[in-house]
């Protein structure tokens, strides 16, 4: 069984009662749905930390994000949730390029972290992707897979929504971490990044 598995099933309960006040919308995308049915903004995942320190932001981002787009130091957990591949054909263009792959040593390598840092099930957690959909509802789904049950998605993400129309039309202003006047950086702290010690390699 799942190191964390018994100790998360006893403190979901506990901690969902703890944290039911901030809660978005369930997404009407089933593709942005999870098991846990937690989810949250950015806005009210800055909320919730300030409240309880027990609660961990995790950046599922790439690399790349974090550098050419931006991070916050206040993601304690900082883990890529696909690997690139660039031996996959892409078959609209017909040629190789990097395409994006599920990175199946995400569990382990997450585990590995919150062990070292102390965490357990006791924790809740928010999962950061670029806008919510593609990566952070994967990951909360497989976490609750291995019994993690406090773990909320947060539905805008780092970057949030694309504007629809305007002079503005597509650009990434609508919502987000970026966009709510919170913390963010270009400057990585290699602290927070996990490659070698977590065998995590692009």
């Not at 972290?113 to 990951?139: E, L, Q």
Request: hydrophobic share 35%; proline share 5%.
């Amino acid at each position: 069984m799942n190191r964390f598995l018994t100790h998360a099933l006893a403190a979901s309960m506990l901690t969902a009662v703890s944290t039911s006040a901030m809660s978005a919308p369930e997404p009407k995308d089933p593709s942005r749905q999870t098991p846990q049915g937690l989810y949250v903004t950015a806005v009210e995942a800055q909320e919730m930390m300030k409240k309880d320190d027990s609660v961990v932001l995790v950046d599922v981002r790439t690399p790349e994000e974090w550098q050419f787009v931006g991070y916050t130091k206040e993601a304690d957990i900082m883990l890529p949730g696909v690997m690139f591949d660039y031996s996959q054909m892409d078959t609209k263009q017909n040629k190789p390029r990097y395409m994006p792959v599920q990175n199946n040593k995400w569990i382990s390598q997450f585990e590995e972290i919150i062990f070292d840092k102390g965490y357990d099930g006791d924790n809740t957690y928010i999962i950061m992707c670029r806008s919510g959909a593609t990566r952070a509802a994967p990951v909360a789904k497989m976490l609750d897979q291995y019994g993690f049950k406090n773990v909320y998605t947060m539905t805008d993400g780092f970057e949030g929504g694309k504007v629809k129309d305007g002079d503005k039309k597509g650009f990434r202003i609508k919502a987000g971490w970026k966009n709510s006047g919170a913390e963010w950086t270009y400057a990585i702290d290699p602290d927070k990044v996990y490659f070698k010690q977590y065998g995590v390699s692009y």
